[in-house]
């Protein structure tokens, strides 16, 4: 049922894509040579009875010549709940005492730093290199470090539509919460991805952006990583975003469970099973544009 959930998904947003008009080559033009950028804020905040907050930010920064680019990339998302417990304590229910206690956790935490140089060799090829970092504890990642070299294909660039593809080799050294033995923290990768964006209004843009990498060493652990989003523009530097991020690793990493007998009592032993292999993420956030 995940595969063919994940299948769909990757079946539209492919739709999406071929839909697409094709527009010019793929060199910068003028107008876009320089240092341009996003900033994208998401903040919700609940109160009183029930509290919860969470925060999400994320920054994008390009430097662009007539036939090179360098990106960077930088992101994080946190989440904490506070949970109320409430109890009385008195002689009777006339004469008591109402005690509140309140323990606030963390209930999702990811960060991601990443960069990227690409030269463009004509029109429709380039090369490119880059590597990145990335933290969330919550997929039992603790550290992970990635580098990416490898060729790619810009289809179309211009102001209504643009699509590349990539396809490159990954070396990924990774540090989980729990060790799994029977996997490798270092490994070569297979990595396939795409950038695609298209201007269904003047003020409409959606994008989608995809990265696949495949562990050569162990073909079984495979990741995925696709984000579908639309902005909605206010004026020239302000938009509305909302996006969905898919992430999926076929071999997710292990958690630690508190064993029990099958009459409901703690043997005081600790169990490891697997996590789920799909994680969803919701976002609505204002973009500055500079």
Request: charged letters at 20%.
């Amino acid at each position: 049922m995940r595969c063919r959930r994940l299948a769909v998904v990757l079946s539209v947003t492919v739709l999406s894509v071929t839909g697409a008009t094709p527009a010019s080559g793929g060199q910068a033009s003028e107008e876009q040579i320089g240092w341009s950028g996003t900033a994208d804020l998401s903040f919700v905040f609940t109160g009183g009875n029930a509290e919860a907050k969470t925060l999400g930010f994320r920054n994008t920064l390009t430097r662009r010549w007539v036939d090179t680019a360098l990106t960077f990339d930088i992101g994080a998302i946190r989440a904490e709940s506070t949970q109320t417990t409430r109890t009385a304590i008195g002689p009777s229910p006339n004469d008591f005492e109402a005690v509140r206690q309140s323990v606030t956790a963390t209930t999702a935490e990811s960060y991601f730093v990443r960069g990227r140089y690409d030269h463009d060799v004509s029109d429709r090829a380039l090369w490119y290199a880059g590597a990145g970092w990335n933290r969330n504890t919550f997929a039992g990642i603790a550290s992970r470090y990635a580098v990416v070299a490898g060729l790619g294909n810009t289809w179309w660039n211009g102001d209504a539509a643009s699509f590349r593809t990539d396809y490159g080799l990954s070396y990924t050294f990774q540090d989980e919460i729990i060790t799994d033995p029977a996997t490798d923290d270092t490994f070569v990768g297979l990595q396939l991805s795409w950038s695609y964006r298209r201007r269904v209004t003047d003020t409409t843009t959606l994008e989608s952006a995809l990265i696949a990498d495949e562990n050569l060493e162990a073909r079984a652990d495979f990741r995925l990583d696709l984000t579908n989003s639309m902005a909605v523009a206010m004026n020239d530097q302000l938009a509305l975003k909302l996006s969905w991020q898919l992430q999926y690793d076929n071999r997710p990493s292990l958690v630690g469970v508190p064993l029990q007998f099958p009459q409901g009592t703690f043997t005081g032993r600790t169990v490891f099973t697997e996590l789920d292999t799909l994680d969803n993420l919701y976002t609505l956030a204002l973009v500055v544009n500079f």
